[in-house]
């Protein structure tokens, strides 16, 4: 059971049960109905594998820092796991993932391909570019309701044309990933800057850090009130159900942003896990918003 949790642990596998729902709602925004089984299948294990993949990549490339930093959730760091392990993981699952995307239709397989690759860059060399690197990781959890919705195109073109709320759905979820990726970086700033890693509290100070992702926060907040007022956002347009949800999404990145600002002494790691359960309550938002109407 210890090496299946460090595995878990590893793989990162509750973002990608996260990544599938994210697709889950872009197809059915896109279909307005539930995609075919087996195209939902190939949509999700791309995206499981590819996250498990580079997440094992991650960690071996992060083995030094990760001990520094004292990461004990961390299984290679902990020595639950070898570091080849990790890269075993990665160069089974990778190709795995883009093989599924194939399947799917070419704006998947070229989404994929250029995000797997982008996300192979990262672990090698952006990640030492803390900056470009937080942006990388929101994009990365943005991507997938475009992905999603991709999934609804012909097998034989190229087409992101879609229902332009799938794209204010995906940046609402970028702004929330670089909010919690300069979080982390607060959170790791001691281990990064005896490594060198020159990230946004090395330029701005931890406190102008903390402040920086409260306002991310804070700008997917008003942004996820848009598909309730304005009508081109169809079925989320008036939906009282989606603004139940929404809006307890906003309410945890609300009380998170109002530690980050005002709290003197802020429990950063337990922050991370509580604005990825508020990410999770917004999905249900969008996913129960895209079948139920008011």
């Known amino acids: 059971m210890r090496k299946l949790k460090a595995l878990w642990e590893l793989m990162r596998l509750e973002h990608g049960v996260m990544l599938g729902i994210a697709i889950l709602i872009g197809s059915v925004i896109a279909l307005r109905d539930l995609p075919p089984w087996d195209k939902f299948l190939l949509t999700f294990f791309t995206a499981l594998f590819l996250e498990a993949s ?152 931890i406190r102008g850090s903390q402040i920086l992702s409260a306002l991310f926060y804070l700008v997917a907040i008003v942004l996820s009130f848009l598909p309730f007022y304005i009508p081109v956002f ?16 906003d309410v945890l990145f609300l009380i998170a942003s109002l530690q980050l600002v005002f709290k003197r002494e802020v429990d950063l790691r337990f922050l991370r896990k509580y604005t990825l359960a508020a990410t999770f309550v917004g999905l249900l938002a969008f996913l129960v918003g895209a079948f139920i109407t008011s």
Request: positive net charge; aromatic residues 16%; glycine residues 8%.
């Open 54 to 205: 580079t997440f094992a990549l991650n960690d071996y490339y992060d083995l030094d820092i990760d001990k520094k930093n004292k990461r004990t959730d961390r299984p290679l760091a902990r020595g639950d796991l070898s570091p080849r392990s990790a890269l075993y993981l990665c160069f089974i699952l990778f190709p795995l993932g883009i093989i599924c995307s194939f399947f799917v239709n070419i704006t998947c397989f070229v989404i994929a391909l250029v995000t797997g690759l982008l996300a192979l860059l990262y672990d090698a060399r952006l990640k030492k570019m803390k900056l470009a690197g937080n942006f990388y990781i929101a994009y990365i959890m943005a991507i997938p309701f475009i992905f999603g919705g991709a999934a609804a195109a012909p097998g034989n073109r190229l087409a992101l044309d879609m229902p332009p709320v799938i794209y204010v759905v995906a940046l609402i979820a970028f702004l929330a990933g670089v909010g919690r990726e300069i979080m982390k970086d607060v959170m790791d700033f001691k281990g990064d800057r005896e490594t060198g890693v020159k990230s946004f509290p090395r330029y701005i100070g």
């Open 234 to 249: 169809d079925v989320y347009y008036q939906n009282f159900y989606y603004l139940l949800l929404v809006f307890i999404t």
